[in-house]
């Protein structure tokens, strides 16, 4: 049977942007489809994915310097869920029904806050027991501590981590009235690292407020949970609003990788400081570790209108710029709002309703894709676009592996946030054939663009016309046939 024609114009190349389904490309799309929910339902602690519920399950970086693997040299993605009030306001049975479905949906990351922001110090957890004895840091309450410890196991034994915030930035110096200091902060930062080496946790300094009075508050806390854990976990600094990490700590031996916050606009980006990071040298991974957070459709307030969309958009800009991995929230879930609390962020819909929203469904997409292809190969290569290319919610971003320059790729992606047309130097795949196709991020389903002759250059835009359907072009070499995008390949492992 035929092949899905296209429509082919000559332009430096060729023009990809119409072509007609037929019987065939319907089946081959729908057998993709379900080949990759098979792929992306597979346990967290799956060979890919994570395995924090394995017995070595500490992280290092990897020896391009820009992504994070396991022990043994498999590549990690860092899937991230923002759940600050986690340890503070849920009970157990609450914490297993969370963490129970974030492992489903592919999350490898809870980032979790152990002294809360919301009055995390004077205001009990569930249990009825505040963190301290006294308003003393040196006097912990053993009953809050084995609440902690309890989430913490749990989320091993679903194959997770904990980004552990050992407390929000507005304890720290004068944020906090010096509830913590450059006398204290080493002490605690010491009991939490012996009390969780062995646990498959990654520390995270900081929590919203900027370091530029506390650097040396946050570098002694970093230098005890190192004394404390014996240096087995990774350590970032989550910064403020807008901020980077890399400003205050980039070149400090304490943090193993940068962190951004691109922040709750829905109109804002996170591609240039993800980029920006990325070129620093000497290099370190990045990501985002606070983007814009989802509303439930039925709640979007007018003012922060952030949804799916939003969700996609910052997830791909940051991943195809450089980031090793990403993080998601909702504003529900990170202050595990339920009534008869007070809500924050214009919230109307609890927690436990909150967990299966579009953007998150979505996101199981996002680490399909990236392991469908050689994942630590792979960089950031704007270079590959030779026209076309616009800035604000239009910029396309692009994605490759090889070397920037060179004519050596087996595979590029390009991310389209909506209808454009950007002319691309596929000259950079290596070999002379490429086979093309779509990647839906919304279903994770493809369309064929079939294969076509290697040319220096060559335009395409995306088969919907609205600027609400984003898209990822997808062009392979096609002697190295790769299976449809989303579908894991097996992943080389780092050696270093």
């Known amino acids: 049977m035929a092949q899905p024609t296209t429509k082919v114009i000559a332009h430096h190349g060729m023009n990809f942007s119409r072509f007609s389904a037929n019987l065939l490309a319907t089946m081959t799309r729908f057998l993709q489809t379900i080949l990759f929910v098979v792929s992306a339902s597979m346990p967290v602690g799956h060979d890919l994915f994570a395995a924090a519920n394995l017995p070595d399950s500490r992280l290092k970086i990897s020896s391009n310097h820009r992504f994070l693997v396991h022990a043994d040299g498999r590549p990690f993605f860092y ?12 009970n157990r049975e609450e914490a297993d029904r969370y963490l129970t479905n974030r492992a489903a949906k592919g999350f490898t990351v809870i980032q979790a806050v152990v002294l809360a922001e919301l009055d995390g110090l004077k205001t009990p957890n569930a249990y009825g027991d505040c963190p301290f004895r006294t308003d003393d840091p040196s006097q912990p309450n053993e009953a809050y501590f084995k609440h902690v410890d309890y989430i913490v196991d749990k989320a091993a034994a679903l194959g997770l981590y904990i980004g552990m915030l050992p407390t929000w930035g507005d304890k720290v110096g004068q944020y906090g009235n010096y509830f913590f200091n450059e006398e204290n902060a080493r002490a605690y930062g010491r009991f939490l690292g012996k009390r969780y080496k062995d646990k498959p946790i990654i520390w995270i300094l900081g929590g919203d407020r900027p370091p530029d009075v506390t650097v040396e508050i946050w570098t002694e806390m970093a ?4 004394e404390g854990d014996g240096g087995k976990h990774l350590m970032t600094f989550h910064p403020f609003g807008g901020g980077h990490s890399s400003v205050a700590f980039h070149y400090s031996d304490w943090l193993d990788f940068n962190m951004i916050q691109s922040g709750h606009s829905p109109s804002g980006n996170n591609h240039s400081r993800i980029q920006f990071d990325y070129n620093l040298r000497p290099p370190k991974p990045v990501m985002d570790g606070e983007p814009a957070y989802e509303y439930p459709p039925d709640a979007i307030p007018t003012n922060r209108p952030v949804g799916a969309l939003e969700v996609r958009r910052r997830a791909y800009w940051a991943l195809f710029s450089g980031a090793f991995g990403h993080t998601y929230g909702t504003h529900p879930i990170w202050q595990m709002y339920a009534p008869p609390r007070q809500p924050l962020w214009d919230v109307r819909t609890p927690w436990y309703d909150a967990m299966d929203l579009p953007g998150v469904k979505q996101l199981a997409h996002v680490r399909a894709l990236m392991f469908s292809r050689p994942f630590l190969t792979r960089i950031p290569d704007q270079s590959v676009i030779y026209s076309g290319l616009r800035g604000g919610l239009e910029y396309v971003s692009v994605t490759r592996d090889g070397t920037r320059g060179k004519n050596d790729a087996s595979y590029l992606m390009a991310y389209f946030p909506q209808n454009a047309t950007i002319t691309l130097k596929t000259e950079r795949l290596a070999g002379k054939t490429i086979r093309g196709c779509w ?5 994770g389903s493809t369309q064929s663009l079939g294969e076509f002759p ?25 002697a190295r046939n790769y299976p449809a995008p989303g579908i894991a390949i097996e992943q080389r492992r780092d050696r270093r």
Do not use: C, M, Y
């Open 79 to 90: 899937l991230g869920d923002t759940a600050w009030e986690l340890f503070h306001r849920l």
């Open 223 to 226: 230098r005890g949970l190192k």
């Open 439 to 443: 990647f839906n991020p919304r279903d």
């Open 454 to 478: 290697k040319q220096q250059r060559a335009e395409f835009s995306p088969p919907t016309q609205s600027i609400t359907d984003d898209w990822i072009l997808v062009l392979d070499d096609a």
